[in-house]
């Protein structure tokens, strides 16, 4: 089974094309990122969708494409998931619903979306994110005990930082997540964080650990279901990375970082 690498253009400067230029020479499969006209938005530089198409044939890079529901949530996906697929996506990782909704506000949402998955040509999974539907180990576990076919985006950084800890009693929704997972983004976080300062940096060794065994456990589950599977070292720039006081230089290379993410990523998955 071929694990694909995948690169977010989040925090990435220098024109597209440089970009997706760079992108390609450090072999990565692809890239992930909004729908172009959403770009702005989200990653603070504006694309266009004629370019953006281009560039991807260009370089050969497979695109993940991100969605961010809201208002009518359902309704929000749909228009966003119907444009996602004209771009022949490898998969659509959607930021789903919100933490505030009910469970049965929730579940309506996922009853919706699920039968618009059906009719696409792509694969949706769902992401493990603060804010959203799916921003705990438990709200989770019941979603996907609610929707057997309901996939995820693996970002257990985010759980790292919601349960300020390293989820050693969650084992259970762990378990269930893990065998759901169908595109990781490898972030390290910590137990009062999202992110930390540098995942090869020594003091975070029980950090990175804990997540790369989290990640090994998907591959598998990946692999014997001959399944395809994608990362993403989704590490950000300084609001997410920490910073120094008052000159807000970031405390690490954002690309530096995210190379040496994948090459660990790449270890695990030979």
Not at 5 to 17: H, N, Q, R, Y
Not at 114 to 129: G, I, K, N, R, W
Not at 136 to 152: C, G, H, N, V
Not at 166 to 188: F, K, P
């Amino acid at each position: 089974m071929k694990v694909k690498s995948i690169k977010s253009l989040w925090g990435m400067g220098g024109s597209l094309e440089s970009q997706f230029e760079r992108i390609a020479a450090a072999n990565y499969d692809g890239v992930e990122s909004p729908l172009p006209n959403e770009i702005e938005k989200y990653f603070g530089f504006s694309v266009e969708e004629k370019q953006f198409r281009s560039l991807l044939g260009r370089y050969k890079l497979d695109y993940i494409a991100m969605v961010f529901t809201d208002g009518n949530h359902a309704q929000s996906f749909t228009e966003q998931v119907k444009q996602a697929e004209t771009f022949a996506p490898l998969k659509i990782n959607a930021h789903s619903a919100r933490d505030c909704m009910s469970f049965d506000e929730q579940a309506s949402y996922f009853e919706k979306t699920q039968a618009v998955e059906m009719t696409l040509s792509v694969p949706v999974s769902h992401e493990t994110h603060r804010g959203r539907a799916m921003f705990t180990p438990w709200t989770t576990s019941a979603l996907l005990r609610e929707f057997p076919d309901l996939k995820i985006t693996a970002d257990f950084s985010h759980w790292v930082c919601v349960c300020e800890s390293l989820l050693e009693d969650q084992q259970e929704h762990l378990d269930l997540a893990i065998r759901r997972a169908r595109h990781i983004h490898a972030r390290v976080g910590f137990a009062q964080g999202p992110q930390v300062g540098h995942p090869a940096a020594p003091e975070y060794t029980l950090e990175l650990n804990m997540h790369m065994d989290w990640w090994k456990r998907i591959i598998q589950v990946n692999a014997e279901a001959g399944t395809e599977l994608t990362f993403t070292p989704e590490f950000g720039p300084p609001g997410y990375m920490p910073a120094l006081p008052f000159t807000k230089q970031p405390v690490a290379d954002l690309w530096d970082m995210c190379l040496w993410m994948k090459g660990e990523c790449d270890r695990i998955t030979k």
